[in-house]
């Protein structure tokens, strides 16, 4: 598709966020004419083509905990299209975490989120073994089983909100990058794209990890310095062991000592897209100026992991599972690692950050977060949405932060 030269809606960035608010802005006005999404890349080419998919409520922040119901809500209508499967997310956690879990549940109520809190150490033992007869973990005293999450193939998700979005009318431009905005007192008055000048009439902003760059273009670095880490996955196979498809993804923080493992550690799991099981870690933290491109796993350096972290990932495997062995060598490993881009207080700015740029900056929680969208096409259109108010740019300066948990993860 060619590049217009004028546009009503520009938005910057082809993930789940940008097609998402371009999907919604297009359904909320009845068109999608004169909206155009542009992607340096193509659709999928940053962080949403390599998430791990998982949909999960396990937020210390209610606010989170009503944008993600709303978000699940979205996956159900269409669950096989979405590739959503609802096979439920459990959080077990050592004792320093029980207390959080406690709040979590209690929010989960309000918001109309079901879950399901287990305390103590043999009633975790036992609900755990009710779902893996094969568990052997120690030293977990609480869980929470979220019944209505579980994972999605990103693929099958970035295509279903691609098709729908171009059904809408809007026009999904690839391999053409914003490189500069033209301003007009406090508007951007045209987008200077790589393949040409844009005039428009609003700025939408949805660059994934490229949120750092972007928001240097419109000279907002200093009220918003972001942090980034390096996200550790991988699909690992053991001999013929594998999960049942419809096991629930597991999140488990632990403080038992495991052989090539730190005092307290955590690992996440779900089945794989073919036989393996899906493993992930603790990320890295990585320079605030990191090297972005090649994103993901091209990337010579960022996007590789190391023997290392695939003998501990698998060491905790086993650890908590039965059927998988510790001989490191019958393991085949696939991992890979991938920039992430978190504010201030990680969590995501969702707001207007000049008179007709909204962005919507989901500091790398938001594969599983499409009511964002919904809720910022909103208002773009001039009906502000209460959900967000939380998620504002001003946060930063009144102090107004969200809570931060005393898991190791810098996204919980
Ligand atoms: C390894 C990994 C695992 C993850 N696992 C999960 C998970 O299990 N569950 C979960 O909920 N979240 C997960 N996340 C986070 C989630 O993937 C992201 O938060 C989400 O996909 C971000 O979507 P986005 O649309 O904001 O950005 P992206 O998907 O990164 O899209 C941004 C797009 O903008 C384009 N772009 C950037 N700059 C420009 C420019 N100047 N001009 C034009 N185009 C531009 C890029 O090419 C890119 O395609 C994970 C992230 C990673 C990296």
């Known amino acids: 598709m060619d590049v217009p030269s004028s546009a ?15 999907l919604h802005l297009a359904e909320l006005q009845g068109s999608g004419d004169g909206i155009f999404v542009l992607d340096k ?19 210390l922040s209610a606010a989170m905990n009503e944008i993600v119901r709303r978000s699940v809500e979205i996956f159900e209508l269409d669950p096989s299209l979405f590739g959503f499967r609802q096979v439920g997310y459990v959080a077990v956690v050592p004792e320093a975490q029980a207390e959080e879990l406690e709040q979590i549940a209690a929010q989960h109520a309000d918001v109309g989120y079901v879950s399901k809190l287990v305390q103590g150490a043999e009633p975790v033992r036992a609900h755990m073994e009710s779902l893996f007869p094969d568990w052997q973990a120690r030293g977990s005293t609480a869980l929470l089983h979220e019944e209505r999450s579980g994972w999605a193939d990103p ?24 490189v500069g905005f033209q301003m007009s007192g406090s508007a951007v008055s045209a987008v200077e794209a790589s393949a040409g000048r844009i005039e428009c009439d609003v700025v939408v902003l949805a660059p994934g990890p490229w949120a750092r760059d972007i928001v240097r273009l419109l000279g907002l670095t200093d009220e918003l310095p972001f942090h980034y880490w390096q996200v550790r996955e991988g699909e690992y196979v053991y001999s013929s062991a594998a999960l049942d498809a419809r096991s629930p993804v597991v999140h488990l923080d632990a403080d038992e000592p495991v052989t090539g493992l730190p005092d307290s550690w955590g690992i996440y799991f779900r089945p794989g897209l073919a036989r393996g099981v899906a493993i992930g870690a603790l990320p890295l933290p990585l320079d605030a100026d990191c090297e972005l491109d090649p994103y993901g796993a091209s990337h010579p350096e960022l996007g590789l992991t190391t023997r290392e972290f695939d003998e501990s990932v698998t060491a905790a495997m086993s650890w908590a599972l039965g059927r998988f062995g510790h001989d490191f060598e019958r393991w085949t490993c696939s991992s890979h690692g991938a920039q992430t881009c978190f504010t201030p207080d990680s969590y995501p700015v969702v707001d207007f950050l000049r008179e007709n740029v909204y962005a919507v900056l989901d500091s790398n929680h938001g594969f599983k977060m499409l009511a964002l969208g919904k809720l910022a096409a909103a208002e773009i259109l001039g009906k502000p949405q209460p959900e967000l108010d939380t998620f504002r740019l001003a946060r930063f300066a009144s102090g107004a932060l969200h809570p931060s948990s005393s898991s190791p993860y810098p996204w919980t």
């Open 155 to 178: 693929t099958a998700t970035l295509a279903a909100l691609e098709g729908m979005t171009r059904a809408a009318g809007v026009g999904i431009v690839e391999g053409v990058a914003v």
């Open 8 to 22: 009503s809606v520009v938005v910057v960035g082809a993930g789940v966020h940008g097609l998402s608010t371009a």
């Open 41 to 59: 890349q193509r659709v999928g080419a940053g962080a949403s083509g390599v998430s791990g998919g998982i949909v999960r409520n396990f937020y």
